[in-house]
Antibody
Framework: EVQLVESGGGLVQPGRSLRLSCAAS????????MHWVRQAPGKGLEWVSG????????AYADSVKGRFTMSRDNAKNSLYLQVNNLRTEDTAFYYC????????????WGQGALVTVSS | EIVMTQSPATLSVSPGERATLSCRAS??????LAWYQQKPGQAPRLLIY???TRATGIPARFSGSGSGTDFTLTISSLQSEDLAAYYC?????????FGQGTKVEIK
């Protein structure tokens, strides 16, 4: 069974940093690209970042480029999102997502980690 | 960036009735269109990919159709557990983009 468990969310002041983690299990993690998708409370879904299976290719949404850094540790079956210089508009649930085998769509989702940016 | 537009924003349907949700892309995405269901307090769940292929375990009352720029998600006979927000997403180009969602209410 595929499991994705996010951690590291919390309340943080504007301008500060946070590191989100995702523990993956139930599938060959080192054979899969992975993504982060976020959702502000009561709002829609926004793709944030994606990483190839060997970290050779990483992409970001324009809204987070230069502030967020996605990485992975295949030996630990773990995914990370370093979020710096946080803004109030970054307040959201951050979901760790595994795409489908055919790619592009998001087949498995974690339960989400809430990041609240407020002074 | 491809803009995805969903309509209506809210849909109120009686149990047993048909629900039809629309999604339009600002440019062609071929058949690279997915639908997700998000129940209150839960993470999204994949319903449909490739515009019309049901994901594993999805009931047959959910069906998807369309190609190019216009897509439809149909719930043939609405059940009370279908109360949720539904999102479309294109994966034909980067960045991956979602529609703003349609909330399905039980009348």
């Amino acid at each position: 069974e595929v499991q994705l468990v996010e951690s590291g969310g919390g309340l943080v002041q504007p301008g500060r940093s946070l590191r989100l983690s995702c523990a993956a299990s139930g599938f060959p993690f080192d054979e899969c690209a992975m993504h982060w998708v976020r959702q502000a409370p009561g709002k829609g879904l926004e793709w944030v970042s994606g990483i190839s299976l060997n970290s050779g290719s990483i992409a970001y949404a324009d809204s987070v480029k230069g502030r967020f850094t996605m990485s992975r540790d295949n030996a630990k079956n773990s995914l990370y999102l370093q979020v710096n210089n946080l803004r109030t508009e970054d307040t959201a649930f951050y979901y760790c997502v595994k795409p489908g085998d055919e790619g592009g769509f998001f087949e498995y989702w974690g339960q989400g980690a809430l990041v609240t940016v407020s002074s | 960036e491809i803009v995805m537009t969903q309509s209506p924003a809210t849909l109120s349907v009686s149990p047993g009735e048909r629900a039809t949700l629309s999604c339009r892309a600002s440019q062609s995405v071929g058949s690279k269109l997915a639908w997700y269901q998000q129940k209150p307090g839960q993470a999204p769940r994949l319903l449909i990919y490739g515009a019309s292929t049901r994901a594993t375990g999805i009931p047959a009352r959910f069906s998807g159709s369309g190609s190019g720029t216009d897509f439809t998600l149909t719930i043939s006979s609405l059940q009370s557990e279908d109360l949720a927000a539904y999102y479309c997403q294109q994966y034909n180009s980067w960045p991956r983009t979602f529609g703003q969602g349609t909330k399905v209410e039980i009348k």
